[in-house]
């Protein structure tokens, strides 16, 4: 590398460039090499799920973090970790890693149904390698910094899931902040998303929701419960496809605290609601442990109570769908939240042929899943188990986006706070991410030509992004 060469910070993605799924970005300045993430693509299954890493040599990672526990995040990284060359070191937070170990473990599972039903051996990893990868993740505190040879990173509050963190990383004076997938609106039990106290040069942001804007979030909780109470007062049975964890415990403490005001009505087993999950026991111990970890609001309740907001009063769980009875209407909370495959597909096949059944769709469908293909309220849909075999569709189907990612206003309102000069736009499909990045250009249209010039890009999978800080900044 020449002289100008080692002042010029490299960004590429492997993964999650102008596409929502298997993020995985590298950063490489000063001879220091940092990867962001290490996810899966959800519509796509074994080695096609994977970010394009023979297009990188992992063996030059220092440092790898993971931002939070969503699998098109975090699930190629028992992959990563045992099936490469890397020999980096893996960070994340508490609650991330210890969601992780449960969380991955499904995904094992999920994954090798798939695989018997394919007939190909296709699998990422075994339970084996998640177990051996879990020893060696280290965890990082909020607020805290750790040093790795002259890479300095920090861990801020993210909002989005529990554990969900912003990393703000520093290499000889130059600092990067990376979002993950973050939210800023407040929310039943997370804190929002936080602004470093120190200003960074370069920003990676997630663009999910492009410049798309969010109804006011009273608005969306009141017609998320009023849809599904008009549903079940029919007679109809409500499909919530959810991912496991994360966002689906938002909607349990909106629909819990609902049916606790309407009991007359829908309590003591008139209208049960189901979590159906293989995790749900396990998960929610974590969730109940780092009650500590969440906002003043549900600590609060926690305090005052003295019971655990998370021991839901009107909500019972499944194991599996053979212990279902099935009479009468229901609410069922089933992962996975796209419907690609397991429990909530299952209840999906049995539910969408009657037409006072809901499908209500309260995340972000990725492109080429079943959840996204709903949304175009096709007649029939094909069977799981048997392609050939179509299903009719009859039920409603309805979206309320529950997803905490920022829309554009608020993501817009956080980009002006941290003011860097240089904007990189990842996790979005290419025509939301697109119109963000001229809608920032147009932002920042008075600053062109200037020193505080605002760059955007946003690049593709595996190509380069290169950003020149010549004598500029101090090493420290
Ligand atoms: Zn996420």
Same mark, same amino acid.
């Given at each position: 590398?020449?002289?100008?060469?080692?002042?010029?910070?490299?960004?590429?993605?492997?993964?999650?460039?102008?596409?929502?799924?298997?993020?995985?970005?590298?950063?490489? =300045?000063?001879?220091?090499?940092?990867?962001?993430?290490?996810?899966?693509?959800?519509?796509?299954?074994?080695?096609?799920?994977?970010?394009?890493?023979?297009?990188?040599?992992?063996?030059?990672?220092?440092?790898?973090?993971?931002?939070?526990?969503?699998?098109?995040?975090?699930?190629?990284?028992?992959?990563?970790?045992?099936?490469?060359?890397?020999?980096?070191?893996?960070?994340?937070?508490?609650?991330?890693?210890?969601?992780?170990?449960?969380?991955?473990?499904?995904?094992?599972?999920?994954?090798?149904?798939?695989?018997?039903?394919?007939?190909?051996?296709?699998?990422?990893?075994?339970?084996?390698?998640?177990?051996?990868?879990?020893?060696?993740?280290?965890?990082?505190? $909020?607020?805290?910094?750790?040093?790795?040879?002259?890479?300095?990173?920090?861990?801020?509050?993210?909002?989005?899931?529990?554990?969900?963190?912003?990393?703000?990383?520093?290499?000889?004076?130059?600092?990067?902040?990376?979002?993950?997938?973050?939210?800023?609106?407040?929310?039943?039990?997370?804190?929002?998303?936080?602004?470093?106290?120190?200003?960074?040069?370069?920003?990676?942001?997630?663009?999910?929701?492009?410049?798309?804007?969010?109804?006011?979030?009273?608005?969306?909780?009141?017609?998320?419960?009023?849809?599904?109470?008009?549903?079940?007062?029919?007679?109809?049975?409500?499909?919530?496809?959810?991912?496991?964890?994360?966002?689906?415990?938002?909607?349990?403490?909106?629909?819990?605290?609902?049916?606790?005001?309407?009991?007359?009505? #829908?309590?003591?087993?008139?209208?049960?609601?189901?979590?159906?999950?293989?995790?749900?026991?396990?998960?929610?111990?974590?969730?109940?442990?780092?009650?500590?970890?969440?906002?003043?609001?549900?600590?609060?309740? =926690?305090?005052?109570?003295?019971?655990?907001?998370?021991? $839901?009063?009107?909500?019972?769980? #499944?194991?599996?769908?053979?212990? =279902?009875?099935? =009479?009468?209407?229901?609410?069922?909370?089933?992962?996975?939240?796209?419907?690609?495959?397991?429990?909530?597909?299952?209840?999906?096949?049995?539910?969408?042929?009657?037409?006072?059944?809901?499908?209500?769709?309260?995340?972000?469908?990725?492109?080429?899943?079943?959840?996204?293909?709903?949304?175009?309220?096709?007649?029939?849909?094909?069977?799981?188990?048997?392609?050939?075999?179509?299903?009719?569709?009859?039920?409603?189907?309805?979206?309320?986006?529950?997803?905490?990612?920022?829309?554009?206003?608020?993501? #817009?309102?956080?980009?002006?706070?941290?003011?860097?000069?240089?904007?990189?736009?990842?996790?979005?499909?290419?025509?939301?991410?697109?119109?963000?990045?001229?809608?920032?250009?147009?932002?920042?249209?008075?600053?062109?030509?200037?020193?505080?010039?605002?760059?955007?890009?946003?690049?593709?999978?595996?190509?380069?992004?290169?950003?020149?800080?010549?004598?500029?900044?101090?090493?420290?």
């Amino acid at each position: 590398m020449d002289a100008l060469g080692k002042n010029s910070l490299k960004f590429f993605a492997l993964g999650g460039g102008n596409e929502v799924g298997r993020s995985c970005h590298i950063l490489q =300045f000063k001879g220091k090499t940092i990867m962001l993430d290490a996810g899966v693509h959800p519509a796509h299954q074994g080695y096609s799920s994977l970010p394009f890493y023979d297009e990188f040599d992992l063996s030059k990672i220092d440092v790898l973090l993971i931002s939070h526990f969503h699998v098109d995040h975090a699930a190629s990284l028992p992959y990563v970790m045992q099936k490469t060359n890397f020999q980096g070191r893996v960070f994340m937070t508490h609650p991330t890693k210890a969601i992780y170990r449960w969380l991955l473990r499904d995904f094992v599972r999920v994954t090798s149904i798939g695989v018997s039903s394919g007939g190909k051996d296709d699998n990422l990893y075994t339970d084996e390698d998640l177990a051996e990868s879990f020893d060696r993740i280290e965890t990082i505190d $909020f607020h805290s910094t750790v040093d790795v040879n002259g890479i300095k990173f920090t861990a801020y509050h993210a909002g989005h899931v529990l554990g969900a963190a912003m990393f703000q990383i520093e290499i000889a004076g130059v600092r990067i902040l990376f979002t993950g997938d973050y939210s800023r609106e407040l929310d039943r039990h997370l804190n929002s998303a936080e602004v470093p106290t120190l200003p960074s040069d370069v920003h990676i942001v997630e663009s999910t929701f492009g410049t798309a804007t969010h109804e006011p979030r009273v608005n969306r909780e009141r017609k998320l419960t009023q849809l599904i109470h008009s549903t079940v007062s029919r007679g109809g049975r409500v499909l919530l496809p959810v991912f496991a964890l994360g966002r689906a415990q938002e909607i349990m403490l909106i629909l819990d605290e609902y049916w606790t005001q309407h009991s007359d009505e #829908l309590g003591g087993g008139q209208v049960p609601i189901y979590y159906a999950s293989n995790l749900a026991k396990k998960c929610m111990s974590v969730f109940q442990t780092y009650v500590n970890m969440m906002n003043d609001d549900i600590r609060k309740k =926690f305090r005052d109570s003295q019971t655990n907001p998370f021991v $839901f009063k009107n909500i019972s769980y #499944l194991r599996n769908i053979d212990d =279902f009875q099935d =009479f009468g209407p229901s609410v069922m909370l089933a992962s996975p939240g796209m419907l690609q495959s397991g429990l909530s597909r299952d209840v999906l096949e049995k539910w969408c042929p009657e037409d006072k059944n809901l499908v209500l769709i309260t995340g972000y469908s990725v492109e080429g899943t079943m959840a996204k293909f709903l949304m175009l309220e096709p007649d029939t849909i094909p069977s799981i188990n048997n392609p050939e075999a179509t299903i009719p569709r009859r039920c409603q189907i309805e979206e309320i986006s529950f997803a905490a990612h920022v829309d554009f206003r608020e993501n #817009l309102e956080f980009i002006e706070k941290i003011s860097a000069p240089n904007i990189i736009l990842v996790h979005g499909e290419s025509n939301p991410m697109g119109r963000l990045k001229s809608a920032l250009l147009s932002n920042f249209a008075s600053l062109r030509g200037s020193e505080q010039e605002v760059h955007v890009f946003n690049p593709r999978n595996c190509v380069d992004v290169t950003l020149e800080f010549n004598g500029i900044k101090i090493a420290k």
